[in-house]
């Protein structure tokens, strides 16, 4: 019943920006952690960045820091990854995952990501 559902990738230049979205149904996640993956070629998944969505509290990984920004929209069940400045290496399927009972519990199907240079 519960399903996360991401959306928003594609293939872009270097430099440029993308928004990912993630929407969750079968569950209200307003009081749950919510959080980014993604998995490169070849590479195993690592974990990109997580959002409180009571508090509104964010963290990311140092590689990404300062150029993604994570944010929600409790009202729609809805969470996003904004993506600026763009590298190459920021190629990868990115997932959203739900953070319940003190497991990553939910997942969604991922969205493809590619950065050309």
């Known amino acids: 019943q519960v399903q996360l559902v991401e959306s928003g990738g594609g293939l872009v230049q270097a430099g440029g920006s993308l928004r990912l979205s993630c929407a969750a149904s079968g569950l209200a996640f307003s009081n749950y952690m919510m959080a980014w993956f993604r998995q490169a070629p070849g590479k195993e998944r690592e974990f990109v960045g997580s959002i409180n969505w009571s508090g509104g509290s964010t963290y990311y990984v140092a590689s990404v820091n300062g150029r993604f920004t994570i944010s929600r929209d409790n009202a729609k069940n809805t969470v996003y990854l904004r993506m600026d400045s763009l590298k190459p290496e920021d190629t990868a399927v990115y997932y959203c995952?739900?953070?319940?009972?003190?497991?990553?519990?939910?997942w969604g199907q991922g969205t493809q990501v590619t950065v050309s240079s």
């Open positions: 995952a739900a953070h319940v009972g003190g497991n990553f519990k939910y």
